[in-house]
């Protein structure tokens, strides 16, 4: 990212970045995590939002400080306390995951009752349905140990989910996958 910061799905010059943000504005209220924010200083999604409300978890060190509170970590496990945040963000993240289930817990533990979780996914329409218990890990691509397609993704995501509204926008070279789901 940092010699080729235009492949970061945070950065204004991006489309699916842009239309990301615009989806998800109507929802950002209190507290929010960004699960899997990312080396960038600040994601553009959050840009316009009050910094001192968010805070943001990824693996990767950080290029310059964030100017929210960051944790270097796994989305597998959040270090707050359950019933912290308002909304969580998942911004092209969840494929990155090492242990899907454990980590839709741990964002299920620490999302208010009443919270929303704003998940933006490529989809893959060739995919195999995530089951880490049948295999051993293998990479599908040089960068996931799995990838979603639109039926599994959603299969999945309303057993912990309630799909409150999704956007799906397909050319030619983009798959643009935005969902709303409540706790």
Excluded at 59 to 75: D, Q
Aim: glycine share 4%; charged share 25%.
């Amino acid at each position: 990212y940092r010699d080729r910061p235009q492949v970061s799905c945070g950065v204004d010059t991006r489309l699916d970045a842009r239309l990301f943000t615009g989806f998800i504005a109507p929802y950002l209220h209190g507290r929010i995590l960004d699960v899997g924010c990312g080396p960038l200083a600040l994601p553009y999604y959050l840009e316009a939002y009050p910094h001192e409300l968010i805070s943001g978890i990824d693996p990767l060190e950080p290029f310059e400080p964030h100017p929210f509170e960051f944790v270097r970590g796994f989305a597998e496990f959040l270090p707050w306390e359950d019933a912290t945040f308002d909304v969580l963000v998942a911004a092209t993240s969840l494929d990155h995951v090492l242990d899907l289930d454990l980590a839709i817990s741990e964002i299920k533990r620490v999302l208010k009752p009443s919270g929303v979780f704003l998940v933006w996914e490529w989809f893959d329409d060739h995919a195999q349905p995530y089951a880490p218990a049948s295999k051993s890990p293998e990479l599908v691509d040089r960068y996931h140990l799995f990838n979603f397609d639109k039926v599994w993704f959603e299969d999945y995501m309303s057993k912990h989910f309630k799909i409150e509204e999704k956007i799906h926008l397909f050319g030619e070279y983009y798959h643009y996958n935005y969902y709303c789901l409540k706790k």
